[in-house]
């Protein structure tokens, strides 16, 4: 089984309006952490958000929110007010080993942005 | 920018031979992991380095091989290239403090590609 899954492989959204990104996940470990990724075309990749597994609150960043729904192993990307400059794809990862940092990440998705 | 650099940006080999890619991490930061995207995918874990020993493997046979040096800077070294090598590789350094929150910061990557 997947251990991140990422069913969008594009997405058009007109700038200015909010996009949700997909992500569902597969663990059995109480303890794990959940990242969001955005790598431009140049691929280098930009940390945006983090959720942990016993935070209560949904995670937020500036532009971007984290929507956690931890009974459904579900943790959508909502990105308000876009901007042509979003344009990229977006990687869904997890990590579960507390002892070492290793990432798992999804297959993404990629953004593109419509003036 | 995150701090991390790699070189070179881009490398063309051949099946059989063998490559060194660098990565310079953010100073203090004890933890690099290396990662492979190939085209179309999301990143794998292929090692994690912490205070210059080996701290986690993924699904890599043993031609790929890393070190991590004391100045912050690390190799991954692959052997005897297959066509199937060829990818993005990224590092990503991040301070080492065990914690689920870390994050790891990427470098812009080196493209390989294996004729």
């Known amino acids: 089984a997947q251990k991140i899954t990422q069913t969008q492989p594009g997405m058009f959204v007109q700038e200015k309006e909010a996009v949700t990104l997909d992500c569902t996940y597969d663990t059995s470990d109480p303890s794990y952490g959940l990242f969001w990724y955005k790598q431009p075309s140049s691929g280098e990749m930009i940390f945006l958000i983090y959720q942990g597994s016993y935070d209560q609150q949904n995670a937020t960043e500036g532009r971007y929110s984290l929507n956690f729904q931890k009974a459904r192993k579900s943790a959508n990307l909502v990105i308000s007010a876009s901007q042509l400059g979003d344009s990229a794809m977006y990687f869904c990862?997890?990590?579960?080993?507390?002892?070492?940092?290793?990432?798992?990440f999804g297959t993404g998705t990629r953004l593109t942005i419509i003036p | 920018e995150t701090g991390v650099t790699q070189s070179p940006t881009h490398l063309i080999k051949t099946r059989g031979q063998q490559v060194t890619l660098r990565c310079s991490s953010q100073?203090?930061?004890?933890?690099v992991s290396w990662y492979q995207q190939a085209l179309g995918q999301g990143p794998q874990f292929i090692f994690q380095y912490y205070r210059e020993e080996e701290n986690g493997r993924g699904n890599f046979p043993p031609r790929f091989s890393g070190l991590q040096f004391p100045n912050y800077s690390s190799e991954l070294n692959v052997n005897a290239l297959e066509l199937d090598d060829s990818a993005l590789y990224l590092c990503?350094?991040?301070?080492?403090?065990?914690?689920?929150?870390?994050?790891?910061?990427f470098g812009p990557g080196t493209r390989l590609l294996v004729l």
């Open positions: 990503a350094s991040s301070p080492g403090l065990a914690d689920f929150q870390e994050t790891q910061y």
């Open positions: 100073s203090g930061h004890n933890t």
């Open positions: 990862a997890m990590r579960e080993d507390f002892g070492n940092e290793k990432l798992t």
